[in-house]
Every structure is written in C-alpha cells, then in structure tokens.
C-alpha cells in the first residue's frame, strides 16, 4: 500500500477528496445508517465532537455532515454553542502548535524576500486588519482552520484569551449556520 501512495503524484490532496465522498456518504447513504444511529445518540456529546472535527482540514468535511446529521435531532441554538466549544478546542490545539512549536520557522519564513515586499507595498494598519478578516473567514466557515489559525498565531500578537474568544464566536457562527441549514434539509 505504501508503495501506491509513493507514486502518487497528489496524495494529501487525494486523500483530502476521499473525505469529502465519506462526508457524502455519510449523509446520504443508507449503509451509514448504523453510524448515524449512533451519532444520534451521543446528541450533545456528538455535537462537541463534530464541532473538535470541525477545524481541521481532513475532518471538516465529514464533521459537517456529522452537523447536518444531527441537526434534526437537537435543539439547534444549543448544540450550535456545544459544538463552538469543540471547535474552540480544536483551535486551541493549532493554535498552540503554531505559536510555540512553529514559531522559528514562522519568523525566518517572514524574513524571505516575498514577505519583505508585501511588507513594504502594503500598509501595516491595512495589513494588519486584512490577515485578521481573512483568518475570521476561514475560522467561521467549514474550510480547514489550520490556515486561519496559523495566520492569527503566527502573524499577528493576539493573545491566547483573545483568541480564543474570537474562535469560539466565529465557529459558533460557522456551526450555528450549518446547523439550520440542516434542520431545514430533508
């Protein structure tokens, strides 16, 4: 098997689109059905997981379809806020990652030349408020936080608290969105 893998010419991004046909399956298959039951039954408990899943790049897809799933099943403004403190762990992992672990090669990728043209074109003030915004988009949407996250620790000089309450409101958002959508599905 590894040997396939190795002569792939695209395999994370391969693996990646697997996901999403998981993620499909597992909201419109009847072979799911038993994995779906269960998800049903850990109802809040369900939603914290889905919403920790949430945020990373190979899982949000099937964590929102684990969302939609449940969507029917709970109260909506509850789990929305239920699976926003997953999500906010989920965060905080990335985040914690990339700010003490990644930090040395976040600044010496900051001294490449590219990043000291932007640096000097671009308005600090306009740059500052343009990576926040960005980094808010990809953290409130279904996308990969990894990338918004990164930005945010790596980046800027936000603190942990800070942080985190801005993770938890813009996946809540995020999560909450999904959610009614689901409740209205179907």
Do not use: C
């Amino acid at each position: 098997m590894e040997g396939v893998i190795s002569r792939l010419k695209y395999p994370k991004l391969l693996l990646l689109i697997l996901t999403f046909v998981v993620a499909y399956f597992m909201f419109s298959g009847k072979a799911f059905l038993p994995f779906r039951s269960a998800l049903v039954s850990l109802s809040y408990v369900g939603a914290f997981i889905s919403g920790f899943f949430f945020t990373y790049g190979f899982t949000s897809a099937p964590a929102t379809a684990m969302l939609l799933i449940l969507a029917k099943e709970v109260n909506v403004p509850a789990a929305g806020f239920i699976a926003g403190l997953g999500a906010l762990a989920g965060d905080l992992v990335i985040f914690k990652i990339v700010r003490y672990s990644l930090a040395d090669e976040i600044k010496r990728l900051s001294k490449e030349r590219v990043f000291g043209i932007i640096n000097h074109r671009i308005p600090r003030l306009f740059r500052k408020y343009a990576i926040a915004t960005f980094a808010g988009f990809i953290i409130a949407s279904p996308l990969p936080d990894e990338i918004g996250v990164s930005l945010l620790a790596g980046a800027t000089k936000i603190s942990t608290g800070v942080f985190s309450i801005v993770s938890y409101l813009l996946n809540t958002f995020g999560i909450l969105v999904v959610l009614a959508i689901g409740s209205k599905m179907m």
